[in-house]
């Protein structure tokens, strides 16, 4: 019997190694292998059975990407998952750099303390190095 493609997106495929992390249910860190992707979407090959809904993030080189895993099935050895991506965040090596620059800034002399009592939060001022 002949199938058509009923996706809208164009999949490219590939095959490049990633880290996952389950985000709900049993925890669970791992590699896995990109498959094929789309501008929604990834299929994984996984280790294990990952259920249906889970949220999951994955992780590769300069990216990450949160999802929810839309299907799972076993094809031979191989079990497959379908993500459909709901967020994905590029050029983290940059951001780290520009944090990375951020907290070597020098600290004011003077700066304020936060003072918290049970009746109120109030705002301090005080000064570097003194207790």
Known sequence: MLFMEQRAEVRFGIDQPV????????QYCGTARVKNVSQKGV?????????????????????????EVMYCQV??????????LEH???????LS?????????PIPERREQLVQSPETMVLLPRRFGSQ
């Open 19 to 26: 880290e996952i992390t389950l985000l709900e249910g049993e």
């Open 43 to 67: 299929q994984l090959e996984v280790g294990r059975i990952v259920p249906i809904g889970t949220p999951l993030k994955i992780e590769v080189e300069n990216a990450m990407a949160l999802g």
């Open 75 to 84: 094809e031979g050895t191989a079990i497959l998952i379908g993500v459909k």
């Open 88 to 94: 994905v965040i590029n050029g983290l090596a940059e």
């Open 97 to 105: 750099r520009v944090l990375m620059e951020f907290t070597e800034t």
